[in-house]
């Protein structure tokens, strides 16, 4: 089963524009949340994370939100541009998983010119 | 500079064959990872290792084995037991147990022809 799922496998945007990247979690013990950017035949590249003591996490033009209650974090790019266009990946942790991160089957966001 | 090195970056290897994988980071990391990347999937994990000569399996290690005789150095061997090898593989590390970012190489493209 599925501990990190994100719903959309892909996202159009155009440039400009905000994009919004989702991801749900079943595990309520998950502590700390990442995003992670990867193109194609590449290894992934962190972007941004948050721990679950906090609700909203900003770097530049990347901000991460978390809602425990509902067990959803999203992130947000504003603005897009078209280098942002790539998969991005959501992942989970928790205190004693020994950094073992879960990771979501991934969104492919494209933004158009 | 200092980061994650995997190699080859793509490999052909014939049905029956084992075939390894090299990893080596210069980042004086404690913990690292083996990742596969399949189309239309996250990445799972295959093993792990939190100190010299300790590993662990992951979520799919069977048909996988690992060793870790030095701190830089994280092989991965896809044995013939693997029943459906032909994957992107990802590397990675980490400077501590517990949550935090992983750091990735650039990945291995194997084909079993």
């Known amino acids: 089963d599925q501990q990190v799922k994100q719903n959309s496998p892909s996202l159009s945007v155009q440039e400009g524009r905000i994009s919004i990247l989702n991801c749900d979690y079943t595990?309520?013990?998950?502590?700390?949340f990442l995003w992670y950017k990867k193109y194609p035949a590449e290894g992934p590249t962190f972007l941004i994370s948050?721990?679950?003591?906090?609700d909203k996490n900003e770097d530049g033009r990347f901000t991460v939100f978390l809602n425990k209650s509902a067990k959803h974090l999203s992130l947000h790019i504003v603005p897009s541009q078209p280098g942002d266009s790539a998969v991005y990946f959501c992942?989970?942790?928790?205190?004693?998983?020994?950094?073992?991160?879960?990771f979501g089957k991934g969104t492919k966001l494209s933004v158009k010119p | 500079d200092g980061g994650i090195t995997q190699s080859p970056k793509y490999l052909f290897r014939k049905e029956g064959q084992n075939v390894t994988l090299s990893c080596e980071q210069n980042?004086?990391?404690?913990?690292m990872y083996w990742y596969r990347q399949d189309p239309g999937q996250g990445l799972r994990l295959i093993y792990y290792?939190?100190?010299?000569?300790?590993?662990q399996k992951g979520d799919i290690a069977e048909g996988y084995s690992v060793s870790r005789e030095k701190k830089e150095s994280f092989p991965l061997t896809v044995t013939s037991a693997q029943k459906n090898p032909t994957a992107f593989y990802l590397c990675?590390?980490?400077?501590?147990?517990?949550?935090?970012?992983?750091?990735f190489g650039e990945g291995s493209r194997l084909t079993v022809l």
């Open positions: 290792s939190q100190i010299v000569n300790d590993f």
């Open positions: 595990n309520s013990m998950f502590d700390y």
């Open positions: 990675a590390s980490t400077i501590a147990r517990g949550a935090g970012e992983l750091f």
């Open positions: 980042l004086n990391h404690d913990a």
């Open positions: 948050i721990s679950s003591i906090k």
């Open positions: 992942a989970a942790s928790f205190s004693g998983s020994q950094g073992n991160l879960i």
